[in-house]
């Protein structure tokens, strides 16, 4: 017997993305980040979420994308890494919840090729869309989880 995963979807540039709802704290509007010194190019800074410091990072600079003026359809979403406390992702716009079967979920295919393919756990199909499952725990490296952890800390 198969178990129902709900996916969180968002778009990042042209790709439809997913990432399990399990893993998502909060949806918020994008807000004015404080940049932190010296931190990776994909790493956005800081905002302030309740009193507590929460590391940002930009997408669509992690995925390898042309840079975008922000709209008001982007947002951040707070999700919960294993390593680290809590960390906003900024993506272009959160689009819909699928709930699918595991079994619905497809193998990345080996003839995917670039940076971003490291990060993908499956596929799915949405009618005769393609989504691309994020392995969150992939998409950071265990030293920028832990310098994350630390901005956090903070």
């Known amino acids: 017997m198969s178990n129902e995963v709900q996916l969180a979807c968002f778009k990042v540039g042209e790709e439809m993305y997913a990432a399990d709802i399990m893993l998502i704290r909060e949806i918020i509007l994008c807000r004015k980040v404080t940049r932190i010194p010296n931190a990776p190019d994909f790493i956005e800074g800081i905002i302030n979420q309740r009193g507590k410091a929460i590391p940002v990072i930009d997408m669509r600079k992690r995925l390898g994308l042309e840079h975008k003026e922000r709209s008001r359809d982007t947002r951040i979403i707070v999700m919960k890494f294993q390593d680290c406390k809590r960390v906003g992702i900024i993506v272009d716009s959160v689009v819909k919840v699928l709930k699918r079967e595991e079994g619905d979920i497809q193998a990345v295919p080996r003839i995917a090729k ?4 490291e990060y993908l756990s499956g596929i799915v199909r949405d009618g005769e869309e393609m989504v691309l499952i994020l392995d969150m725990e992939r998409v950071l ?5 832990v310098r994350l952890g630390e901005f956090s800390e903070q």
């Not at 670039?114 to 393919?117: C, D, Q």
């Not at 490296?141 to 989880?145: G, N």
């Open 114 to 117: 670039g940076i971003e393919s």
């Open 141 to 145: 490296t265990t030293t920028e989880k």
